[in-house]
């Protein structure tokens, strides 16, 4: 893998990992990509249930190695927690039959619950399993004080950072072979990648959220770290925006659908949703092509998957074989993946297809879609046509978000989305009022940036010089600018002092 495509990723999880450690030990990590830390909610939700007759896994010869969570509950159990029978019988009433299920459960609350010493849920409804426990907030602000918990996050830092050392290594390697497939040196703005190691549950599980736009893994201890589970979150982190970005070149694939519906060991939710049923298969290809051991056994991976009625690994797979002889990034790629897929071929390749009936257990919790706003889905998908250069289509989903959102920020997005539609149209003083309407609005500053650079530009087709040499000075007096706008500003600016030169 080329260094080049990831070494900016390198330094900001290596930097990200140190400043997870004392002395901000106490404090929850800051919003930012691609982190791999600990979390004080999750250690006080899992130190609570683990008062209250949390079990699983108790016997695990993990919890000789790592100490701690046999250590928490003795300590626990030496003191006075007036608030620990109300504890126990929320617990008892919410249990759940299965370890993983029990546990994710609370996984679930402690990522959405705010920080202590309070931690509140938002006022939102919540996906199911955290709305069931909204009651367990203040009991477990009473749990956190009664206890001194802060006093035992605090002891525990040791023990917590020797871990993370232990296992920083693989987790940063399977993110760096993720990135360096994919050729994505940027990340991804606004959304966040977010790893969690917590040393108080059952040992080898890896919990799988997301939220809105962002992803979260929840590990605990582990003779070997379950990589696998991490790079398929990340890949799907990385991935699942595009295929909302392309959801009408996706749909034109959806007569496939029938396929997986007819495969007994897959789960429902890939059943019900085609978009989500394509992104997994493409995980399923690309793991087929990092995975080590030669062809045979990459064969053999991508069969079970089909098998399993990830219906269309195969032909992703013999698609990524061209993506890697290409220089282009996987976002640019992607919507040749999706073209590439030949109904008529895969039909036939489908109908010799034996379904396994059932398929074997992972520790990973069954995916979920990518929960978008719908006028965060429809921008998502207007760009997609819009890169496709179908800009009637791109147009008419650009103009759905005035009617699904009057959030300005979104609706900023809409007009820039316009703007540029008019541009290609050569409607250039209808361009030039909804790079108006985009300046004004308060959408991302690097949008914002942009629609000055393009109001720069279009004065200049204008012959006011004075009017574009303003509006440069504005987008690059924009905070969050990007390079590639700032450059196009700066080459403005230089043309209207140069054209001012030869006036005089």
Same mark, same amino acid.
């Given at each position: ?22 002395? &901000?030990? @106490? ?5 930012? $990509?691609? #982190?791999?830390? %600990?979390?004080? *909610? +999750? !250690? ?37 927690i007036p608030c620990l029978a109300e504890i126990k019988d929320f617990y008892r009433v919410h249990r759940k039959p299965s370890g993983g299920a029990d546990l994710g459960q609370y996984v679930s609350f402690a990522l959405l619950a705010g920080d202590p010493p309070k931690f509140e849920l938002p006022s939102i409804p ?30 525990? &830092?040791? @023990? ?5 050392? $232990?296992? #920083?290594?693989? %987790?940063?390697? *399977? +993110? !760096? ?126 069969d079970q998957a089909m098998r399993e009625g990830f219906i269309l690994t195969a032909s992703f797979a013999e698609s990524l074989l061209r993506y890697e002889k290409t220089p282009d990034s996987f976002k640019l790629y992607y919507p040749d993946l999706i073209a590439a897929i030949d109904v008529k071929k895969e039909k ?157």
């Open positions: 893998m080329n260094p080049r495509s990831f070494g900016l990723v390198i330094l900001l999880i290596s930097a990200l990992i140190a400043a997870s450690v004392p002395p &901000a030990f @106490a404090q929850r990590p800051p919003t930012s $990509e691609n #982190q791999f830390s %600990v979390s004080e *909610t +999750l !250690f006080a939700t899992l130190a609570a249930i683990n008062a209250a007759g949390y079990d699983s896994g108790i016997d695990s010869p993990l919890n000789d190695r790592y100490q701690l969570r046999t250590q928490i509950r003795r300590e626990l159990a030496k003191r006075s919540l996906p199911e399993d955290a709305e069931a426990l909204r009651g367990f907030s203040e009991l477990l602000a009473r749990f956190y004080k009664e206890a001194d918990i802060a006093a035992l996050w605090r002891r525990s &830092a040791g @023990a917590y950072t020797a871990a993370m050392t $232990e296992y #920083q290594d693989q %987790v940063i390697n *399977t +993110l !760096f072979e993720a990135n360096g497939y994919l050729r994505n040196p940027s990340g991804n703005e606004g959304r966040r990648f977010q790893i969690y190691l917590d040393l108080l549950g059952e040992p080898n599980q890896a919990q799988v959220r997301n939220y809105k736009a962002n992803y979260y893994v929840v590990i605990t201890p582990s003779y070997n770290v379950l990589v696998d589970e991490i790079r398929d979150a990340y890949l799907t982190y990385l991935v699942d925006p595009l295929s909302f970005k392309y959801a009408a070149a996706i749909k034109e694939k959806k007569i496939l659908q029938k396929y997986a519906e007819n495969a007994p060991a897959l789960d429902l939710a890939y059943k019900d949703d085609f978009q989500l049923l394509v992104t997994k298969c493409l995980i399923k290809a690309i793991d087929s092509r990092l995975l080590h051991g030669g062809a045979e056994k990459r064969a053999a991976f991508v036939k390749r489908l109908d010799d297809v034996q379904f396994v009936q059932s398929a074997a257990p992972k520790v990973l919790v069954a995916a979920s879609k990518l929960q978008l706003d719908p006028a965060e889905q429809s921008l998502q998908e207007a760009e997609g046509l819009y890169e496709q250069r179908d800009l009637e289509a791109a147009e008419k989903i650009f103009k759905q978000v005035f009617e699904q959102t009057d959030n300005k920020s979104l609706q900023g997005r809409a007009y820039y989305g316009l703007a540029r539609i008019a541009i290609r149209q050569n409607q250039l003083h209808e361009a030039k009022q909804l790079f108006e309407r985009t300046a004004g609005s308060e959408t991302e500053p690097p949008i914002l940036a942009w629609a000055h650079v393009y109001l720069g530009r279009i004065a200049l087709a204008e012959r006011d010089d004075k009017k574009a040499s303003e509006q440069f000075k504005i987008a690059l007096a924009t905070d969050g600018i990007s390079a590639m706008a700032r450059e196009a500003a700066e080459k403005g600016l230089q043309s209207t002092s140069s054209t001012g030169d030869k006036s005089r």
